[in-house]
Nanobody, 121 residues
Framework: QVQLVESGGGLVQPGGSLRLSCTAS????????MGWYRQAPGKQRELVAA???????NYAESVKGRFTISRDNAKNTVYLQMNSLKFEDTAVYYC???????????????WGQGTQVTVSS
């Protein structure tokens, strides 16, 4: 089993910044993709940003230029630096990782418990 523990959410004013962190632990041989998703009330969960082990990134159009995803492979940790936050960024943010548990296994997806980000004046 793999555990993903997120931190860094909170309340911030429009235009402010937050940094989310997510660390994976447990039965890990390697981690392919790590990413952040978000879900606002009444809406479907959506991809915010993702990063491969080699550092290739992918962003939702709505956050390009404002959010930066990064990763520390040695620490099995992914970060999301969120700048110029807007009201519409308010959501629960979930960490996701595709983990290979042992050599030869297929990667399996795991989710964190979520962290609330609220942008409000």
């Amino acid at each position: 089993q793999v555990q993903l523990v997120e931190s860094g959410g909170g309340l911030v004013q429009p235009g402010g910044s937050l940094r989310l962190s997510c660390t994976a632990s447990g039965s890990i041989f390697s981690i392919y993709v790590m990413g952040w998703y978000r879900q606002a009330p009444g809406k479907q969960r959506e991809l915010v940003a993702a990063i491969t082990g080699g550092g290739t990134t992918n962003y939702a159009e709505s956050v390009k230029g404002r959010f930066t995803i990064s990763r520390d492979n040695a620490k099995n940790t992914v970060y999301l630096q969120m700048n110029s936050l807007k009201f519409e960024d308010t959501a629960v943010y979930y960490c996701n990782a595709y983990v290979v548990h042992k050599l030869g296994d297929n990667p399996q997806g795991s989710w964190g418990q979520g962290t609330q980000v609220t942008v409000s004046s």
